[in-house]
């Protein structure tokens, strides 16, 4: 039963990636939860891993502008 599962979900996500839709879009066209199982399937099946083991703790938290920099003069 979990396999069907999988395959459920994998038949989602390649609708979705082929449809050019927004991951939101595409689940509110389908009756689907966005924000549950659709974003952890997405994340599970891109190969990727999740958010925390991407960042690296030596980044700063908060990117700054260069010094003197001026977004009225850019």
Do not use: H
């Amino acid at each position: 039963m979990a396999r069907e599962g999988d395959e459920l979900w994998q038949e989602n996500i390649t609708r979705w990636r082929s449809s050019g839709l927004s991951g939101t879009a595409y689940c509110k066209q389908e009756s689907l939860a966005y924000g549950g199982r659709f974003v952890y399937w997405r994340r599970k099946l891109s190969g990727l891993p999740n958010q925390i083991e991407r960042c690296s703790p030596d980044l700063p938290r908060r990117l700054q502008p260069p010094l003197g920099w001026n977004p009225r003069k850019a």
